[in-house]
């Protein structure tokens, strides 16, 4: 029979589980490659739902792989959504009750059972909005965590060309739109983050090569001492 962990002895296991309150913000526009850097980075397997990450012990928290699984489950094929009728994609997006706003919710409550845990996160998101990003940092800092970001940065030429091609395209309005917004949040990333919290990577060509550079750098901002002073008094008063 399966054990299932009792909240009490999840939170337990949260102390002791590696690289508790950290949390990494993933940030680029629509064919950036965001998860596949993710996925090289940090050990995640391609194509689930819930990615855990067992050589960092780091959890995903990605809306788009769960958003992905509602339009298969509805019969819709994500490629789909580029040429969609527009009040057709504006059901299919917007509104708590669209496949979107089911796909949010489940992310969203994976989340605050990960959070109670204080387990460290990559939470992959878009950047377009820095308001968002900001106000998701100071909550998780809030409860204790670190936070960094990883900004993964192409040329809008090189971003339409992989929007086109993977399998769950966009519009290219909307995909040079929010490539734009991307662009112009990177000098309010740096300053919110700070320069030894944030890694840029130009995902423009092949990157494959400077993975391994770019994996000493995280294996060492893993390795720093927790500085948040809420979540050392968490971590001292659960032990």
Do not use: C
């Not at 067992?54 to 959890?59: D, E, V």
């Not at 460290?120 to 965590?145: N, P, Q, S």
């Not at 670190?146 to 966009?170: G, H, K, P, W």
């Amino acid at each position: 029979m399966r054990n299932i962990l009792t909240l009490e002895q999840f939170l337990y296991e949260g102390v002791h589980d590696p690289n508790i309150l950290k949390a990494f913000f993933m940030a680029g526009g629509p064919g950036s490659g965001k998860s596949h850097v993710a996925g090289e980075l940090f050990g995640f397997p391609y194509g689930t739902v819930q990615s855990v990450s067992y050589s960092t012990g780091l959890k995903m928290i990605n809306s788009d792989q769960a958003f992905e699984l509602q339009l298969k489950n509805a019969g819709i094929d994500p490629k789909d959504l580029a040429t969609m009728d527009p009040e057709e994609f504006q059901k299919i997006t917007s509104g708590s009750g669209s496949l979107r706003g089911i796909a949010k919710k489940a992310t969203v409550a994976r989340q605050n059972m990960y959070e109670q845990g204080k387990l460290g996160m990559v939470l992959d998101g878009t950047g377009d909005d820095f308001g968002k990003i900001a106000k998701k940092k100071k909550r998780l800092e809030d409860l204790g965590y670190d936070t960094y970001m990883i900004f993964v940065n192409t040329s809008l030429e090189v971003a339409q060309y992989r929007n086109a091609n993977r399998s769950r395209s966009l519009p290219e309005t909307m995909v040079e739109e929010i490539w734009q917004a991307v662009q112009n949040n990177l000098g309010h990333f740096q300053r919110e983050f700070g320069s030894n919290n944030i890694i840029i990577i130009d995902n423009s060509e092949n990157v494959n090569d400077v993975f391994g550079i770019i994996e000493k750098e995280i294996k060492k901002i893993l390795a720093r001492p927790l500085k948040n002073p809420i979540g050392k008094k968490w971590i001292a008063d659960n032990k």
